[in-house]
């Protein structure tokens, strides 16, 4: 059962673009939600998350927009660079558990 | 400091053969997570240490896998006769305690199963 479903599963957005990718969770129980980023023959690292207490939260470029009541969010990369070219994987979980679902992953590719 | 360190980096094995897989997570971290990247599949939980217990091992796919960890530190998980649908990336990750914590990663093991 995906708890936890990302879509596209592969993105190509042109240099200086915004690139988007959604998720949409089932277990209303899930109280954080993080984003990482995986470069390729590398584990992947926290990019950054969210509490469903605020409905956006923004570092740099990189801003997560979040629908409670949807239970979905997304992950958008304004400006994107081929830098930020990776997999990115959204998560779910709740407070004290310690089990992360994790989304099947989106392929980003930017092109110059 | 030193990050989560995992090895081998790869390992190729015959079908049926068991193997070992090591994780040696950030001093002071002590939880400990194993996930499968498999192609197209994301990435599956399998199991999580909270100090050398495991609370959660529900993502185990079978009785041929099998985890422990010593000392609150080390872990090794273990594939006993291996088969090709165990190829994949198998990483590692540890964090201070709970899950809204940062998890850090290992760079994995690439386990190819012939």
């Known amino acids: 059962q995906q708890q936890v479903k990302q879509s596209p599963q592969s993105l190509i957005v042109q240099k200086g673009g915004i690139s988007i990718i959604n998720c949409a969770y089932e277990n209303t129980a899930f109280d954080y939600f993080p984003w990482y980023q995986q470069f390729p023959g590398k584990g992947p690292a926290l990019l950054i998350a969210i509490r469903p207490d605020v409905s956006e939260k923004k570092e740099g470029r990189f801003t997560i927009s979040f629908n409670k009541s949807a239970k979905q969010f997304s992950l958008h990369i304004m400006d994107s660079q081929p830098g930020d070219s990776a997999t990115y994987f959204c998560?779910?979980?709740?407070?004290?558990?310690?089990?992360?679902?994790f989304g099947i992953g989106t392929k980003l590719q930017v092109i110059p | 400091g030193a990050g989560v360190s995992q090895s081998p980096s790869n390992k190729v094995t015959e079908k049926g053969k068991d193997v070992e897989l090591r994780c040696d997570p950030i001093s002071g971290h002590t939880a400990l997570y194993w996930y499968r990247q498999s192609l197209g599949q994301g990435l599956e939980f399998l199991i999580y240490f909270q100090g050398n217990s495991a609370p959660d091992k529900s993502g185990l796919p079978s009785d041929r896998f099998s985890a422990e960890r010593t000392g609150g530190s080390v872990s090794t998980l273990t594939i006993q006769r291996t088969q090709q649908e165990d190829s994949a990336v198998y990483l590692c990750a540890s964090s201070f305690g709970v899950a809204d914590n940062e998890q850090f990663f290992g760079p994995g093991t690439r386990l190819t199963v012939l």
């Open positions: 998560a779910a979980t709740r407070g004290g558990y310690q089990k992360v679902t």
